[in-house]
């Protein structure tokens, strides 16, 4: 069984310093440059407002499958690992 676990915004507001530790997760959105569930090395950059939902989320930098380094909110994100 192959379950995914999307960002959840209430465990972040209710423990955001965790979300500055993680290293790993999967790829939850249809993204150019990535595919759906794909495992990604995550690098935590800071704490935004994400204006596609107003609210604040953790970016990520990221590198795509063509090498290029991107920022991604948390809510493209999930199955969060250390």
Avoid: C
């Avoid at 530790?21 to 150019?32: R, V």
């Avoid at 935004?48 to 090498?67: F, L, P, Q």
């Amino acid at each position: 069984m192959n379950t995914r676990h999307a960002f959840d915004y209430r465990d972040y507001t209710s423990a955001p310093a965790k979300y500055r530790i993680f290293k790993t997760a999967s790829i939850a959105a249809d993204l150019d440059g990535f595919e759906r569930g794909q495992l990604v090395a995550v690098h935590w950059y800071a704490d935004k407002i994400n204006a596609a939902n107003a609210r604040t989320e953790s970016v990520y930098i990221v590198r795509d499958n063509h090498g290029q380094r991107r920022y991604l909110f948390a809510a493209a994100l999930g199955d969060f690992v250390l």
